[in-house]
């Protein structure tokens, strides 16, 4: 299972939504995404290609250990009765709205209720505070930044708060 160009996956919501609608891709583009050299089991660790895969349940049986696993196990989506469908979708809006999203709202476009939305939003945005999303790397492009100088008076303690005092910065 290698990983697919950047050129096959999804740039805007309505492709995100039409390429994750399908469960068989979604499992597929995950399980790519965490185990690039093939499935571990969560449970003995044990690394092996030749793990057998259930297509009807979409799940993994370790050879070694005979214990079943998803793609969900150790991830955000674990414990979640909610499809990959629905939670890819999800990330891809969190963290392309600029200003932010809310439950209501993601609720809303993914056509589940707001409680549901709420428990994604909650999740996602937890998975991104600690770190668990890797960090960019390589050449990023960011489109509109905004970087706030704060002028510090000569003794070190920060001018007064009037417009004319705040400054901006010009990043390119």
Same mark, same amino acid.
């Given at each position: ?8 996956? #999804? @740039? ?14 979604? *499992? ?10 093939? #499935?571990?089991? #969560?449970?003995?660790?044990? =690394? ?5 895969? %259930?297509? *009807? ?14 793609? @969900?196990?150790?991830? !955000? ?5 909610? +499809? %990959?469908?629905?939670?890819? #979708?999800?990330?891809? =809006? ?5 200003? /932010? ?6 609720? @809303?476009? =993914? ?5 549901? /939305? ?13 770190? *668990?999303?890797? @960090? ?19 003794? +070190? ?14 990043? !390119?």
């Amino acid at each position: 299972m290698g990983m697919e160009s950047p050129a096959k996956q #999804p @740039k805007t919501l309505l492709e995100a939504v039409r390429y994750f609608s399908d469960l068989d891709v979604a *499992t597929e583009y995950v399980a790519r995404l965490r185990w690039p050299d093939g #499935p571990v089991c #969560p449970r003995c660790g044990v =690394l092996d290609e030749k793990h057998y895969y %259930l297509k *009807t349940r979409r799940v993994w049986k370790c050879r070694a250990c005979k214990k079943q696993f998803s793609v @969900k196990v150790g991830t !955000i989506f674990e414990d979640s009765p909610l +499809g %990959l469908d629905k939670w890819l #979708p999800a990330v891809w =809006l969190i963290a392309n709205c600029k200003n /932010g999203i809310s439950s209501y709202e993601l609720a @809303k476009d =993914l056509g589940v209720t707001q409680k549901t /939305g709420w428990f994604m939003l909650h999740r996602i945005r937890l998975a991104m505070q600690t770190g *668990t999303f890797e @960090k960019l790397s390589g050449q990023v492009e960011a489109d509109e930044t905004f970087i706030w100088v704060c002028p510090v008076s000569t003794d +070190g303690l920060p001018l007064s708060h009037s417009v004319s005092s705040h400054s901006s910065l010009l990043v !390119i």
